[in-house]
């Protein structure tokens, strides 16, 4: 008796609350479109291609001794017209990182195979960096058939509030999106690799061409919490032609 007493007591402190239409939780699928227009709409969603130049700071398995800085660091993407594996190859894409002058290591895939810097690789090791390289596209085509959007619980990225989501995409690959709560721009990727929980963290963002397409001028990489790649692109062009053939590395002869 005394703590149905109890309760009434608090109840009659607190009230009802009334959420309004406008309080409402916003749901995955109006988030991803929130964002998808904050990048940039058509602009970005149709955007074709994007060459990114700047520097960045290697840190191999998250050891601060083992840091070193690119000078140069360049990627060219051409991104997929359709998508079925988030975590597997898509579009085109190629990556080079130099120090000194010199190359420290490729990435490349040509739309069928996986390079280094050395050439084709394996099926095995293809696998394996597809599974790393690839994610963030799935936010693109999130609102397509076949894939499949939750709301998460909020929480903070790099100190924005952020609304999280998570993409399922037709092969059952998952993927999760922070998005900010006040500009709804991405502000954080992450999925289940073979090196552990993968996640990127976007920031210090900027607009490019008279579209509005939104670049990101810094993306932090993490494993397992433990940053390893910290990027800073420092210009971007979208749109532009890229021959196929710049997408595949020739094998090397052996020395």
């Known amino acids: 008796m005394k703590k149905s007493l109890v309760l009434l007591g608090v109840l009659s402190i607190v009230g009802t609350v009334t959420v309004t239409a406008d309080e409402a939780p916003l749901d995955a699928r109006t988030l991803v479109a929130r964002a998808h227009a904050a990048a940039g709409g058509e602009a970005w969603l149709a955007a074709g291609t994007n060459v990114m130049r700047g520097t960045a700071t290697l840190c191999r398995g998250g050891v601060a001794?083992?840091?070193?800085?690119?000078?140069?660091?360049?990627?060219?993407?051409?991104?997929?017209?359709q998508l079925d594996a988030a975590h597997a190859g898509s579009g085109k894409f190629r990556l080079d990182a130099y120090r000194n002058g010199k190359i420290l290591f490729t990435s490349a895939f040509d739309g069928e195979r996986s390079y280094d810097q050395n050439g084709p690789l394996s099926e095995e090791r293809a696998r394996?960096?597809?599974?790393?390289?690839?994610?963030?596209?799935?936010?693109?085509?999130?609102?397509?058939?076949?894939?499949?959007?939750?709301?998460?619980v909020d929480d903070q990225v790099a100190g924005h509030p952020s609304h999280f989501v998570r993409v399922t995409d037709p092969a059952g690959g998952v993927t999760v999106f922070g998005i900010d709560s006040d500009d709804y721009s991405i502000r954080l990727v992450g999925w289940q690799t073979a090196r552990g929980w993968h996640e990127r963290i976007y920031s210090d963002f900027y607009r490019v061409g008279d579209a509005g397409f939104l670049q990101p001028g810094r993306v932090r990489f993490y494993y397992d919490g433990v940053k390893s790649v910290d990027i800073r692109w420092t210009s971007a062009e979208v749109g532009v032609p890229i021959p196929d053939s710049a997408f595949v590395v020739p094998a090397r002869e052996a020395r």
């Open 65 to 81: 001794a083992y840091c070193v800085e690119s000078e140069r660091y360049e990627m060219r993407r051409v991104y997929p017209t």
């Open 128 to 152: 394996d960096s597809e599974a790393n390289a690839y994610g963030f596209s799935a936010i693109r085509f999130a609102l397509e058939p076949g894939f499949e959007v939750e709301r998460l």
